[in-house]
């Protein structure tokens, strides 16, 4: 059985740092894609950040690029999310997600059918 379980968030000032940490167990990392999400309070939910070993990178959208920081630990089988100088905008619910991929593109952002239970980070001003 695949699962996801996300941890790590908290209360931060602005200009301050977290790391997500996103376990997994039920399969191997090297075969799929692992994309955080979050979701902000009366928005829809956004992809962040996405890696595979597959595609041999990651991914980050425009918003994040430079601050945050994906990456991956096979021997744990967890992926992480170093997040760093927060803006209040990045308060929102954080989702680790997963979808098979061996491919050498990153899935689309609908793909992704194994989900977190979410991680609330709160970014203060």
């Known amino acids: 059985e695949v699962q996801l379980v996300e941890s790590g968030g908290g209360l931060v000032q602005a200009g301050g740092s977290l790391r997500l940490s996103c376990a997994a167990s039920?399969?191997?990392?090297?075969?799929?894609?692992i994309a955080w999400f979050r979701q902000a309070p009366g928005k829809e939910r956004e992809g962040v950040s996405c890696?595979?070993?597959?595609?041999?990178?990651?991914y980050y959208v425009d918003s994040v690029k430079g601050r945050f920081t994906i990456s991956s630990d096979n021997a744990k089988n967890t992926v992480y999310l170093q997040m760093n100088s927060l803006k209040p905008e990045d308060t929102a619910v954080y989702y680790c997600?997963?979808?098979?991929?061996?491919?050498?593109?990153?899935?689309?952002?609908?793909?992704?059918?194994?989900w977190g239970q979410g991680t609330q980070v709160h970014v203060s001003s």
């Open positions: 890696i595979s070993k597959s595609v041999g990178s990651a």
């Open positions: 039920g399969f191997a990392l090297d075969d799929y894609a």
């Open positions: 997600a997963a979808v098979e991929n061996i491919g050498m593109g990153f899935p689309g952002w609908f793909e992704y059918h194994y």
